[in-house]
């Protein structure tokens, strides 16, 4: 579990549009819209595929979640904020979008396998 002081720490960034990286997650906020981007646990960009990129997905959705069940305020500041999950690879210096998730909806940001 991440420690409460860093999630109130993202939240406290959030609400003054910055971005804040806290347990496997960086997270940020503009014009209503709260980004959760979590990062794909694999080296090497061709080893993954839609499924395993879905589920990884989920697993970002699911740490957030916790975080929002952990912290009462963030529970707050997320009434009425439209959220934006995304997939990347982190590749050291830079990152490259996988896919991306609005109200269910799943966008393909970069071509891998079925």
């Known amino acids: 579990m991440t420690d409460l002081s860093r999630i109130r720490a993202a939240l406290e960034f959030m609400k003054d ?4 990286n806290v347990g496997g997650l960086y997270l940020s906020h503009m014009d209503n819209v ?3 981007v979590g990062s794909t646990s694999y080296y090497y960009l061709e080893n ?3 499924r395993i990129a879905i589920k990884e997905l989920e697993d ?3 740490e957030f979640n916790d975080y929002i069940e952990d912290l009462p305020e963030l529970k707050t500041f997320m009434q009425n904020k439209e959220i934006k999950y995304s997939l990347i690879f982190d ?3 830079g990152g490259i979008n ?3 998730e609005i109200n269910g909806v ?3 940001e970069c ?3 079925d």
């Not at 549009?17 to 804040?20: A, C, D, E, I, K």
Request: glycine content about 8%.
């Open 17 to 20: 549009n910055q971005g804040f």
């Open 34 to 36: 709260v980004y959760v």
């Open 48 to 50: 993954i595929n839609k």
């Open 60 to 62: 970002t959705k699911a």
């Open 91 to 93: 590749y050291g210096k």
């Open 98 to 100: 996988i896919c991306s």
């Open 106 to 108: 799943i966008t393909w």
């Open 111 to 113: 071509q891998i396998s």
